[in-house]
């Protein structure tokens, strides 16, 4: 009599199971255009995002990246999976978000995104004030250009030049913050027509100053280019050249000197997910941003003009 056994196959190999984690990889990759983009954003570093989206191929059965020109890029097949990602994630946070609207106290942890120096020449002399208000918020605050998605919950709250896009976002304009011509504060102030320009790297043309400089600054005159506005403010200190910087800047050092009247001024908006405006502490931080905001970043003329 046979055994039973000797007629079903044996199984060498277990299979893998889909994790959605890393399927956030895959879309977090298709987003950014780069594994080292990409990384920063899931709070990963590019080894660990890479291996799991090899786990991910694994699972699948199928190439889901390919290297080009020392690069790791999706494959076609990538391309229309991290589609599905991005569908999938999307779904998952708006039920999240549904879920938050029974969260009916002032406590717990906000995040609001803004450029750097609105954080820390705006927001961050305010703070105090807050925290005496809501002492069971925490806020967590995360200075960058670049636009963190509401959308993905990267952020609750977000400060920025131009009210970022999408179908579930609302916003409200905050200020209008004026820009001004300046350099180090001397004596003889530098002509802004002949001097030499300063400006941002490309990562950050998409600012409104950075968008003036390059539209009406003859590109020969630009001799330099940094990442942050600190940096370039500090740039402008030590007497390298020009810069456009806002209003809030200046007032906030008087090493700094503007050397002509603002030729742009940028509308300061303040947006949210449809789905979270009503949660409680994060409605309490929209409404102390609005005061913070509204006169923090005011665009009128900096006292300590050259």
Request: aromatic fraction near 4%; proline fraction near 6%.
């Amino acid at each position: 009599m046979l055994k039973t056994d000797e007629f079903t196959p044996k199984v060498t190999a277990k299979k893998q199971q889909l994790n959605w984690d890393d399927l956030r990889c895959l879309s977090a990759l298709s987003e950014a255009g780069s594994v080292h983009a990409a990384s920063p954003r899931l709070r990963l570093d590019a080894t660990t995002l890479l291996r799991r989206i090899r786990r991910l191929s694994a699972a699948l059965g199928v190439d889901l990246i390919e290297r080009r020109d020392s690069r790791y890029q999706l494959s076609e097949t990538g391309a229309k999976v991290s589609e599905y990602g991005a569908s999938i994630d999307g779904t998952i946070h708006d039920l999240v978000r549904h879920l938050g609207r029974d969260d009916l106290t002032l406590r717990g942890s906000v995040r609001v995104t803004a450029l750097s120096s609105v954080m820390s020449r705006v927001i961050a002399p305010a703070l105090p004030a807050f925290h005496a208000a809501y002492p069971d918020i925490t806020l967590e605050l995360l200075g960058e250009a670049r636009n963190l998605s509401l959308a993905r919950d990267e952020a609750d709250i977000a400060i920025r030049f131009a009210l970022p896009s999408g179908p579930e976002l609302v916003g409200r304009k905050l200020n209008d913050v004026a820009f001004f011509p300046c350099s180090r504060r001397m004596e003889h102030a530098p002509d802004a027509e002949t001097a030499p320009w300063l400006t941002y790297v490309e990562p950050m043309a998409h600012l409104p100053e950075a968008q003036w400089t390059s539209r009406e600054i003859d590109p020969r005159r630009i001799i330099m280019r940094a990442n942050g506005i600190e940096t370039l403010a500090a740039m402008v200190r030590n007497g390298v050249g020009v810069a456009l910087l806002p209003g809030y800047k200046l007032r906030a050092d008087i090493r700094l000197s503007a050397i002509g009247p603002s030729p742009l001024s940028s509308e300061l908006w303040m947006a949210v997910h449809a789905d979270r405006r009503n949660v409680p502490r994060i409605r309490a931080v929209m409404e102390w941003l609005v005061d913070a905001l509204s006169t923090g970043g005011s665009s009128g003329r900096p006292n300590h003009t050259g």
